[in-house]
């Protein structure tokens, strides 16, 4: 069972998802709470939504890992950690667009840090593709990381809007992806 702090921030994410500017009371009222049981777990709204950021970052490091996991293909991976990506992004939309994606140069120089972890994972995933010749190598790794947050970007906004229907959203963002970075599937060359 969860806990009321987790209760909580569950609610503001679901609260700020819809409205970015939900205030502590139109949370509380979203759960049947008083204010003042928000501050006894929060010291204000600010703290709420770094706690929100936090538990999307946990869950999203867990869910990259897992998709990193899921296979020992490079390609593989990197489009598992795409999907894991698009659903942590839908998910958690309002707490991404505060959230800034470091460059590639920090990435690779902090690899202990647990976020980095997965970051540069998936950066030796993109440099294995690169030498495999999957991806162009051409295309710098930076470019495609930020392709990869800017997709999946795109791909939250046109569910979010309804112009695309969300069962298509995640084959269409994934298509896009890899056609912008080279990777042409045997299957789609035959269609030619």
């Known amino acids: 069972m ?21 205030s502590v009371d139109e949370i509380a009222n979203h759960l049947d709470l008083n204010r003042r049981t928000i501050h006894r777990y929060f010291k204000d709204r600010n703290t709420l939504i770094e706690c929100c950021q936090e538990k999307m970052m946990t869950t999203c490091n867990r869910a990259m890992n897992e998709a990193y996991d899921s296979s020992n293909e490079a390609l593989i991976q990197v489009e ?4 894991a990506a698009l659903l942590i992004g ?3 939309s309002f707490v991404k667009k505060l959230y800034n994606r470091s460059g590639y140069s920090d990435v690779v120089k902090s690899e202990v840090e647990v976020y980095d972890n997965v970051k540069n994972k998936w950066f ?6 690169q030498e ?3 991806i162009k190598s051409t295309i710098p790794i930076p470019w495609i990381y930020n392709l990869f947050g800017g997709m999946i970007d795109i791909a939250i ?6 112009d695309v229907a969300v069962n298509d959203t995640k084959l269409l ?14 299957s789609d060359e035959n269609k030619k």
């Open 2 to 22: 969860k806990s009321t702090k987790d209760k909580i921030i569950d609610a503001a994410v679901f609260c700020l998802n819809r409205n970015e500017k939900a």
């Open 80 to 83: 598992n950690m795409f999907y």
């Open 90 to 92: 839908s998910e958690y």
């Open 124 to 129: 030796k995933l993109i440099e294995v593709l």
């Open 132 to 134: 495999k010749g999957t």
């Open 157 to 162: 906004a046109a569910q979010a809007s309804g």
């Open 173 to 186: 963002s994934w298509t896009a992806f890899k056609g912008s970075i080279g990777i042409i599937n045997q």
